[in-house]
């Protein structure tokens, strides 16, 4: 009988061990974006920043001018989407570190005059993803339909990656749907707004799959110039789903699209309470999601 008890006890200080050891790994979240290489993060309290190396891009695709402009307007892009996913995530977990590994596939003309999404250097990013060890990854840009993006996509579902991509900042993209975000096998993100009017940005289209309501940040805005301004967009919305479905992903984690679809859909508000000012399959609201995922049962689906 002793003997039982003992093993017993053994057993139950290798099982708090390991889980004690599990939850001091670190959470990968992986950011297509632009560029912050070289960027400080050292505010950001147990956050690694790490760039995919030889990463080409530092400004935002645009007009002659716009790669001429200052690249800090670009940069800042880039950093606001980390900030937006880590604060998302630590609004549900305070603790964890965090490691976030940034991608820019976007790179100059033969001129020099314009910045485009380079497909090679989406898929080296998908394949530097998976040798890290990041599964979960969100894309903030919106690009036309081609089967070079396709098969990209397709690269990456093979590589075991689950996407999320921004729906893009537009009321009605359904003569020309914004891609990735429209694709099979890809978790389309659109925004909301919280107060009494629908948020400008807000996509409304039947591919969304959730809407989130994030705090507004700095994004560049194309008029003659590119130039800083203060938007509620759809690349910050990603960012914090990213940052959401990283955090949640700790206590149940998902393998693939539907897994993580079933998640998101446990512990988002339902669009009936935003009165027609949201889309897709609900609301994810950081300051929720720690309450409701306490509110997930045992083992087994969240739901």
């Known amino acids: 009988m002793l003997e039982r008890l003992f093993i017993a006890a053994l057993m139950l200080v290798a099982a708090v061990t390991t889980a004690l050891a599990q939850d001091s790994r ?93 497909m090679n250097e989406l898929e080296r990013a998908y394949v530097w993803f998976a040798d890290n060890n990041v599964t979960l990854v969100a ?52 925004t909301t707004a919280l107060e009494t009017e629908l948020s400008r940005e807000a996509d409304r289209d039947a591919y969304v799959d959730f809407s989130v309501a994030p705090k507004r940040f700095t994004a560049i805005v194309y008029r003659r110039d590119p130039e800083l301004a203060s938007r509620q967009g759809s690349s910050a919305a990603t960012a914090s789903a990213l940052g959401i479905l990283g955090a949640a992903a700790r206590r149940w984690p998902v393998a693939d699209r539907a897994e993580a679809i079933n998640l998101l859909g446990c512990i988002a508000r339902p669009n009936e309470t935003f009165a027609g000012r949201a889309w897709g399959r609900g609301v994810l609201i950081a300051s929720d999601i720690g309450n409701r995922l306490r509110g997930l049962g045992g083992a087994g689906s969240p739901c």
Request: charged share 20%; hydrophobic share 45%.
């Open 139 to 190: 894309q903030t840009f919106v690009a036309p339909d081609s089967p070079a993006q396709r098969e990209a996509v397709a690269l990456a579902h093979r590589l075991g990656l689950v996407l999320l991509a921004s729906a893009g900042n537009g009321p009605d993209h359904n003569a020309v749907p914004p891609y990735p975000a429209a694709y099979d096998g890809v978790i389309s993100i659109s």
């Open 26 to 118: 670190p959470a990968r979240l992986g950011l297509v974006d632009l560029s912050v290489a070289g960027l400080d993060f050292s505010d950001l309290d147990n956050v690694a920043v790490r760039t995919m190396p030889d990463a080409h891009a530092t400004t935002h695709p645009g007009t002659r001018s716009a790669v001429r402009q200052d690249r800090d307007h670009a940069r800042a892009h880039g950093a606001e989407m980390v900030r937006a996913a880590v604060a998302a995530f630590r609004a549900v977990d305070a603790a964890t570190p965090i490691e976030i590994y940034v991608a820019s596939p976007f790179r100059a003309d033969a001129r020099g005059a314009r910045l485009g999404l380079s």
